[in-house]
């Protein structure tokens, strides 16, 4: 076959291009398979560290999306894990056993806000006043911030989120600690472009 000379040109540039892509490949496969280094690194620049504590998993998930340690300070999980305040934890009891209870609250007093080195609990801390104890992630200043241009048809008034506590709902990477904008998806909605 006969190459004009565009065709030369054009072959050649398809050889570079494939070897580009073997090149990319292989630098792609070591990367995937160990993805939890580039995730670590995304993660720390944009979200909060996920949670990777089974018994809280299973003890607070079982209600709500179990929400990450690093969206509160210490003095707030204090609160909120004393036995007596379990018992009537927003209107429902949430009790657990004492050794239950005490392993849940060292994992999550380690992993408090202040403690974690992650963009969005350094952003939850510096929003707080100083002495502020927030019971709820939904009434930090910073998460108030973050949402009050949403209407709340899109969440109090929309039977598929309910309430604001409900991060899930809408962010679909939340359990990997990913809270971008780019990852919203409101249900009954679609994607948030604002
Ligand atoms: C029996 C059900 C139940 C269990 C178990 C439970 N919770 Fe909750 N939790 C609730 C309810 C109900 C709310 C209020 C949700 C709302 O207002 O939409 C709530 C709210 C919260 C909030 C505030 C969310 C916000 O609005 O920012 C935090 C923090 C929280 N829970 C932590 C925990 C932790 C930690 C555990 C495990 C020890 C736990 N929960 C177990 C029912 C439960
Ligand atoms: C009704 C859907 C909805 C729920 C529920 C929700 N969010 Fe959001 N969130 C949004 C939208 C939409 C934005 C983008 C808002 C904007 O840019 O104006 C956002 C933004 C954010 C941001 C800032 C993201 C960025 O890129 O700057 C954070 C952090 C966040 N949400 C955390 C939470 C947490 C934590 C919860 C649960 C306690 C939660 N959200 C619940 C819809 C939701």
Redo the contacts with the bound molecule.
């Keep these: 076959m006969v190459w004009t000379k565009d065709g030369e040109n054009m072959n050649t540039k398809l050889k570079y291009k494939g070897l580009l892509l073997v090149l990319l490949g292989s630098l792609a496969l070591p990367v995937a398979a160990d993805e939890g280094w580039l995730d670590g690194l995304f993660a720390r620049k944009n979200g909060v560290a996920a949670v990777k504590n089974a018994l809280y998993q299973e ?2 998930g ?3 999306f179990p ?1 990450q340690p690093g969206w ?1 300070p210490e003095r707030s999980w204090q609160r ?2 004393s036995s007596k305040a ?1 018992e009537d ?6 009790e ?1 056993d004492e050794s239950d209870r005490q392993a ?1 609250l060292d994992y ?1 007093l380690a992993n408090a806000a202040e403690h974690s080195g992650y963009k969005r609990s350094k952003k939850i801390m510096h929003s707080l006043r100083d002495g502020e104890t927030p ?5 930090t200043r910073y998460i108030r911030r973050k949402h009050h241009e949403i209407p709340r048809r899109l969440i109090e008034d929309n039977p598929k989120v ?5 991060c899930d709902s809408c962010h679909t990477e939340a359990a990997r600690g990913n809270f971008d904008e780019d990852t919203v998806r409101i249900p009954g909605y679609g994607y948030w472009d604002d």
């Design positions: 003890e607070c079982s209600c709500h929400y509160l909120l894990l379990l934890h927003f209107g429902e009891n949430a657990l849940i999550v019971l709820r992630i939904t009434e309910g309430s604001l506590s409900n």
